[in-house]
């Protein structure tokens, strides 16, 4: 794209582009660029006629919420809505022993298990012996 854009913006690269090209080749092309102008500049209309309209809705909306008294911010609510995450409990542990320097070490059963409970569950001991 960059080298067919080079090559337009030159004249001099333009012409020893097209200098191999026919009458018949070269006429097409223009016709097909017309077309392609034309079309372009159909959407750029629309579109400039879409943004406009679009303008209008939104100062008229504007100004009927400020004829009733109101402001934007009015219909935006400061509340917190039910997608906002709520501050979580922690959980209780459901595990606990004591090791050999009688040291009480407690695990909730979820996450990782800490080392102390993996060399406990590793010598023979079991969940059920170390729950609460």
């Not at 919420?65 to 009015?74: F, R, S, V, Y």
Request: net charge positive; glycine share 6%; proline share 5%.
């Amino acid at each position: 794209m960059n080298d067919f854009l080079t090559i337009i913006g030159n004249k001099k690269r333009f012409r020893a582009a097209c200098k191999g090209l026919s009458v018949k080749q070269l006429t097409l092309i223009a016709n097909h660029l017309s077309e392609f102008i034309e079309k372009q500049s159909q959407d750029e209309e629309a579109l400039a006629q879409i943004t406009a309209k679009k303008k209008a809705e939104k100062e008229a909306i504007l100004n009927a919420i400020a004829d009733a008294g109101l402001t934007p911010a009015d219909f935006f609510s400061s509340e917190p809505s039910n997608k906002e995450k709520k501050p979580r409990k922690p959980v209780a542990p459901k595990y606990r022993i004591t090791d050999a320097q009688e040291i009480q070490h407690e695990w909730s059963g979820r996450g990782r298990t800490p080392k102390v409970f993996e060399r406990y569950f590793n010598n023979g001991g079991s969940k059920d012996n170390c729950r609460i």
